[in-house]
């Protein structure tokens, strides 16, 4: 994998200290270990990386301590119909879009019954898509409120609260928001820099409690 943080102008945004974890890669069993002592569950939702995201989650031996699933939901039709996003949602907005990614995030946490859901969805190239760019990536994060309240959890710095598709029951039950990646490279770092932001934003997430609650590893 090339090493992105040698070359800063490939990444930029809120998103650069989030994507530069695919230079140094993001320790999935460190993830599995806070969620497995926090006594919480996640699941992934993937359009873009398409399945990388749970795979290197599941390299970790004894994963299913916290791991209970994901969905690979490439179409729109998939995220509209197994993963419950608005369909005007996505008719007026397209498959790449923040509100997307958190509703995403939202719905494989339903689904699956999972803590905390974790979306991407994206432009991996070669070519823009709906108008956006290659390189244009949302990462969606979504835990339920009584989890995140039990924990002091909150959404991390540059996570945008999500703003449309919500029911209002289903803003009471959910925390959700996003995060922009804005990337350069192949279609392969391009993939790659997604699954490890995604993995940051978990671990970014998880470390958000109060100091003193919980169990730091």
């Known amino acids: 994998m090339t090493d992105l943080s040698s070359e800063p102008d490939r990444i930029s945004g809120q998103a650069g200290k989030v994507a530069r974890a695919a230079e140094r890669r993001t320790e999935p069993r460190t993830i599995i270990q806070s969620l497995g002592h926090r006594g919480l569950t996640l699941a992934t939702a993937e359009s873009l990386t398409a399945g990388g995201l749970c795979s290197r989650i599941a390299e970790v031996p004894g994963t299913s301590v916290a791991l209970l699933g994901g969905v690979v939901a490439y179409s729109s039709a998939v995220k509209r119909n197994v993963l419950d996003v608005d369909a005007q949602l996505l008719e007026d907005r397209g498959a790449v879009d923040p509100d997307v990614a958190a509703a995403m995030a939202r719905g494989v946490a339903f689904c699956t019954g999972a803590d905390i859901g974790i979306a991407t969805t994206g432009v991996a190239g070669p070519e823009p898509h709906e108008g956006k760019d290659v390189g244009t990536v949302y990462l969606g994060l979504a835990c339920r409120e009584s989890s995140a309240e039990r924990l002091g959890l909150r959404l991390p710095a540059g996570c945008e609260p999500a703003s449309a598709g919500l029911a209002p029951e289903t803003a009471e039950t959910w925390i959700s928001g996003s995060l922009l990646l804005d ?35």
């Open 183 to 217: 990337l350069h490279g192949d279609r392969a770092e391009i993939r790659a820099a997604s699954v490890e932001g995604a993995l940051k934003l978990v671990e970014d997430f998880l470390l958000t409690e109060p100091h003193g609650i919980g169990d730091r590893d």
